[in-house]
């Protein structure tokens, strides 16, 4: 196992679930030292426990201005200045526009955008501190194209793509690079139950990415073996953002078998 992240400290918001578990589990294994942050204490400090001295566990609400405050010199007393910020945490929105109500829209983008916003700018103070550093923000395949009935959710990931932009273009004299990740649909507990069947038609890879896909691109990204990328979008998704996999009227086996 390559070990590209001995001596870094690295940051990983909802940290406790999903793909945030196999970003810690990930860095841990190549060398890094891992905060884990998230709202959800108990799983939280059951992954810290579980990856042992290499790991941490901290409460923080990314949408909480003074926590991030609390929770960077929690980090930088247990471990040091930080080398990457991985802002994952984020939660799903959903239901037709015209009946969200405007708490429902705060709420999502105050924890996918407002969080990512907080969780830079922390990062930028604690990467100077060691002279550089990567950012990877978790945008979505909801980024990159309209989703119906998600108006917030995808409102936040297209939000979250400019900000990294805007970002990257202001701190690269610092050496920090900032980049976005676009997922697909991950089995992770956000999805619920649904099956690699309501993909098909709409991704060309036709099944659901397992976390630990997406994992290798943030681990990439947050490497140097990704040193002349900033600013940039990087797609885990099976084709989803690419394009449609079915032409008019045939699936595309029909459109195989034609005489
Ligand atoms: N699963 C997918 O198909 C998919 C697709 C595209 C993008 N994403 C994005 O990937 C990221 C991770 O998603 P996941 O599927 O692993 O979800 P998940 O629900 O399994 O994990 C999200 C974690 O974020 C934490 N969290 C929620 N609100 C928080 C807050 N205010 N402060 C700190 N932590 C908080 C949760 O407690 C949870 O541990 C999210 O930003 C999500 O929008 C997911």
């Known amino acids: 196992m390559p070990q590209r992240f001995e001596n870094k400290v690295i940051v990983v918001t909802g ?22 942050a998230d709202v959800n204490d108990e799983a939280g400090n059951a992954l810290a426990t579980e990856l042992g001295d290499n790991a941490r566990y901290h409460h923080l609400d990314v949408s909480d201005e003074a926590e991030w405050a609390d929770f960077m010199e929690f980090t930088e007393r247990e471990f040091g200045p930080i ?17 969200m109500t405007f708490a429902d829209w705060r709420k999502v983008l105050g924890i996918n955008l407002d969080g990512v916003f907080l969780g830079t700018r922390a990062a930028i103070a604690s990467m100077k501190k060691v002279g550089g550093g990567s950012i990877v923000n978790i945008s979505s395949f909801a ?60 991704v060309a890879m ?18 140097d073996d990704a040193s002349y990328s900033t600013g940039a979008e990087f797609v885990v998704d099976g084709g989803w953002a690419a394009g449609s996999p079915v032409s008019i009227g045939e699936t595309n086996a029909q459109y195989y078998e034609r005489p």
């Open 15 to 36: 940290g406790a679930s999903g793909m945030g578990t196999t970003h810690a589990r990930a860095f841990v294994a190549e060398g890094g030292k891992v905060v884990i």
């Open 206 to 223: 036709k099944r659901m990415a397992l976390p630990e896909e997406v994992s290798k691109m943030v681990l990439f990204i947050a490497s």
């Open 83 to 99: 080398s990457v910020m991985v802002n994952n945490a984020g939660i799903g929105g959903g239901g037709p526009l015209e009946s």
């Open 143 to 202: 980024g990159l194209i309209g989703t119906p009935f998600s108006a917030n959710y995808t409102t936040s990931k297209f939000a979250v793509r400019g900000l990294t932009k805007a970002t990257a273009m202001e701190v690269a004299d610092y050496n920090i690079r900032v980049n976005s990740v676009h997922p697909g649909y991950i089995r992770t507990p956000i999805l619920g139950p649904l099956g690699d069947e309501v993909v098909v038609g709409k």
